[in-house]
């Protein structure tokens, strides 16, 4: 039976971004990167979501939270 390994990555908006003009935005270059680079390592997205983070007490931001899987080497 061939069994799979995760990876868990969290990619956040700039906390300084978020204080000074009240939204960020998430770093999709960042982001890219990342999926590319896993993508040629052999996994593949399994999950993905998009969560509001508190910061501080009056504001918040978004981080991306993806999950990747691939088959687990023996």
């Known amino acids: 039976m061939m069994k799979k390994e995760y990876k868990v ?35 593949d997205i399994s999950f993905q979501l998009i969560e509001k983070r508190r910061l501080l007490f009056l504001w918040a931001r978004e981080a991306a939270i993806i999950t990747f899987s691939r088959q687990k080497e023996n």
Request: proline letters at 3%; aromatic letters at 14%.
């Open 9 to 43: 990555e969290v990619i956040k908006e700039s906390a300084l971004w978020s204080i000074l003009f009240g939204q960020g935005r998430l770093p999709f270059k960042k982001m890219e990167n990342i999926m590319n680079d896993y993508g040629n390592k052999g996994w």
